[in-house]
């Protein structure tokens, strides 16, 4: 009694369910197997139903796509494939035959399938294959039951394969909907790109007959609407002379089977638009026994434009080139690893290398040794995107071993998605300017040695005097120890002290040879680090007797912790000229007045400020605009070099010199030196 209740239950279910699943629509299909899947269970008591279908159309593999397991705590393997798991469950199902299998009812060749119902802890199975109107088996339904070797009554076994077709049967309208707009789709797109594309259509049957001609075609061709059966003649009478035999007989020979295929270009008289460029496609679709075309379709597009865009393009590569290979200067392309991709003929008579030559070479091997650690920087920081362009002077090296000078710009292409692509290098060739420079600097140099000497001149009487003084002091101590030495019983103290101030009488002397020895010698310039004091007193103690005889006063304000990046020597020579200046600016003024005073302090930007005052009549407005002016001088005697060349030193370190009058008189001249190195 139990059995034909449960009987008539299923039967009212599958009733139900194939009814559902006929008119379903096709969002809702998922969701519908899931539930018959779910209800079929309850009802049959099963553990497990499982939908398989073909995968990548091939017959017997069956992929799992809905699958209701009946205790929660309970999974399959990821993923299910039927050819792998169950070899010959999928072989006989594919050839249609319904599989009704206690776990150990399987032939031999079922062995990996036996193994896998073992693993899984399937006793009794299922499977029922589906097709549609006798098609191939598209997909297989399959229950499991995992408590016993149950019976599968036949009137189970029809409901169940009801329900399986009704299944498939919904699937397969489900894949023609969704067939159907995919083809709508495609065949819109299709419809948007020929129109995109300006493509115009024709159809030919029997040779030359005209079967199709869309309305595209017709305004390519500016056939006058109603002419169209005559497309063909109007055709071939505008297209242009010098292309009309070579089209023709390409189409010819399509036409008469000697070719499949026309694909061509050609000039095109419009009757409204003049000359145009046509891009045609032509090809047989069918073709008689003689091989005689019977069919065949084309498609024209429009390529005026394109046309005109290539040339325009072709026109700017010939400029750029032209400019590229005749600009005065040197012009690169380069690779990322420095290889050199293109360069111009200005570039190869630079280095002395052919074309090829520098095309086998990269940017390190022209470039001087010196400058490669700043060059490896420069390049890392533009890949790494710090800076965009390096523009800076170079050090190359030409074939015959020559160093020559160049202004080099380095500049980074990127390609489409940001990335470093090449190098746009620009070399101008500065050897001249730099050989100039090396020149002008030799003679600043002759230059300032020649005003040092002039200042030293200026003081012999001075310095004579300032090395007297120590000279007769050592003659009159030496004379003294003589006569303490021929006493019978010496004071050995006293000459101790005697001997001691010869040797510091000897060392003051010695002090003012050396500064005059440095003040004249004659070498390159050498910025070193130097506490700023002491070029300023070296030079006050070569000034001391000048000072004295002139009756001058010199007040020393000082920050010992000034330390400027300089030359020694030419810093002396800068103050000495201040200090001399300042000195003949007071010759006329009362002894109260002759006061210099000397300031040393810390600027703004990492500079060191040394100021000259003095107290003098100032600089007279008539003269003021010729000060730092080369030998010009409102003195009597004087080369008129000494506030040039004291200016072009201190802008030469990096700083500047420039004056005031002060309010109460005189004036003060002021001079900047860098506290570090330039960056």
Known sequence: MRGNEVGAR????????????????????????????REICACLDLDLALLWQRAFGIPGTYGVTHAYLAAADTSLPEPMWMHAQFPWCAAE???????????????????????????????STLGLPLSVGGGPVESALTFHDRRADRPWPASEVRQLERIGQAIAGAQARKQRLELAERASESETRLAAAVNVAGLGFYELRDGFTLTHFDERLRLLLGIPRGKEACAPAFWQEHVHPGDGPRVSRSMQEAMEGRRESVATE??????????????????????DAEGKAVKAIGAIQDVTARRRALAALAQSERSFRATFEQAPVCLAHVA?????????????????????EMQQRNLLDITHQLEVPSDAGQTRKILAGEIDTVSTDRRYVRQSGEVVWGHVTLSLVRDGRGNPDWFV?????????????????????QLWHADRAAQVGVLSASLAHELNQPLSAILTNAQAGLRFLAMENPDLEEIRTILQDIVHDDKRAGMVISGLRAM?????????????????????????TEMLDRRVRVALKTDA?????????????????????AVDAMRDEPDERRRVEVTLARAEREMALVEVRDHGSGIPADQQARMFEAFWTSKESGMGIGLAIS????????????YVNNPEGGATFSFTLPLREPG
């Open 561 to 581: 912790s000034l330390v400027v990046i300089a030359d020694r020597t030419q810093v002396q020579q800068v103050i000495l000229n201040l200090l001399m200046n």
């Open 93 to 123: 199902l594919s050839a249609g035959k319904v599989l009704v299998l206690p776990s150990d009812a399987l032939p031999p060749e079922g062995a990996r399938d036996l193994d896998t119902f073992r693993r899984l802890g399937f006793r």
């Open 266 to 287: 050609y000039r095109y008289r419009h009757p409204r638009r003049g000359i145009v460029w046509l891009h045609h496609l032509f090809r047989v679709l069918e073709r």
């Open 520 to 544: 004249l010698r004659r070498r390159a310039t050498l910025r070193e680090r130097i506490p700023l004091i002491e070029p300023v007193k070296e030079v006050l103690g070569l000034l001391r």
């Open 336 to 356: 990322l690893d420095g290889r050199f991709l293109w360069v111009n003929a200005t570039f190869c008579e630079y280095l002395g290398y052919t074309r090829e």
């Open 10 to 37: 299923f039967e009212e279910l599958a009733d139900r369910l194939t009814s559902s699943l006929g008119g379903i629509a096709p969002e809702e299909l998922d969701g519908q197997i899931q539930s018959a899947q």
């Open 647 to 658: 200016r072009s030193i201190v802008e030469s370190h990096g700083g500047q010199l420039w």
């Open 425 to 445: 290098v620009i070399v101008q060739d500065i050897t001249a300017r730099k050989n100039a420079e090396e020149e002008l600097s030799r003679l600043h140099g």
